[in-house]
Antibody, heavy 118, light 110 residues
Framework: EVQLVESGGGLVQPGGSLRLSCAVS????????MNWVRQAPGRGLEWVSS????????HYAGSVKGRFTISRDNAKNSLYLQMDSLRAEDTAIYYC???????????WGQGILVTVSS | QSVLTQPPSASGTPGQRVTISCSGS????????VYWYQHLPGTAPKLLIY???QRPSGVPDRFSGSKSGTSGSLAISGLRSEDEAIYYC???????????FGGGTKLTVL
């Protein structure tokens, strides 16, 4: 059974940092391109970042570029998102999602809430 | 404001066929594949269509996708109450070097 489980969310003050993790099981993690997608309260889905299966290529949405860093550890079947200089507008449910490159995000986690507030 | 434009809402009665459009540009849909996701708030999104018109295993053939020029569309035939959800189109944008989501279309089954 494929499972993606996010952790590391919570409440953080503006300007603070948080590191999200996504533990994966049930498929060959090293073969999947992985993504972080978020949904702010009352808003639609927004792509945040993606990383190639090998970890050699990363891409970011303009809204997070320079503040967020995506990474992966294929030996630990884990995906990460380091979020720095957090802003109120980063408040959202964050989903990790993945699939074979070009085939879309076939598998998703249940999401984890990040709240940026003083 | 999303660069991929979808109607905010759509509706149909059970058994009917509905179509949801997604308008983009040459830097996204015009030069890349279109993907479609179904999302019920509070649950994980679900991939419905990839590479314009391909269905992942397990997705009913009531769902179909197409692309023409800089626009994509999702068609749902034999509408069911469980199809009530928000539908998003997605495409890679070469100018932004990133993934774009449409604004989402809320489908109501009357």
């Amino acid at each position: 059974e494929v499972q993606l489980v996010e952790s590391g969310g919570g409440l953080v003050q503006p300007g603070g940092s948080l590191r999200l993790s996504c533990a994966v099981s049930g498929f060959i993690f090293s073969s999947y391109e992985m993504n972080w997608v978020r949904q702010a309260p009352g808003r639609g889905l927004e792509w945040v970042s993606s990383i190639s299966s090998s970890g050699s290529a990363m891409h970011y949405a303009g809204s997070v570029k320079g503040r967020f860093t995506i990474s992966r550890d294929n030996a630990k079947n884990s995906l990460y998102l380091q979020m720095d200089s957090l802003r109120a507008e980063d408040t959202a449910i964050y989903y990790c999602a993945g699939g074979f490159a070009g085939d879309g995000c076939k598998d998703w986690g249940q999401g984890i809430l990040v709240t940026v507030s003083s | 404001q999303s660069v991929l434009t979808q109607p905010p809402s759509a509706s149909g009665t059970p058994g009917q066929r509905v179509t949801i459009s997604c308008s983009g540009s040459t830097s996204n849909i015009g030069s890349n594949y279109v993907y479609w996701y179904q999302h019920l708030p509070g649950t994980a999104p679900k991939l419905l269509i990839y590479k314009n018109n391909q269905r992942p295993s397990g997705v009913p053939d009531r769902f179909s996708g197409s692309k023409s020029g800089t626009s994509g569309s999702l068609a749902i035939s034999g509408l069911r109450s469980e199809d009530e959800a928000i539908y998003y189109c997605v495409a890679w944008d070469v100018s932004l070097s990133g993934v774009l989501f449409g604004g989402g279309t809320k489908l109501t089954v009357l």
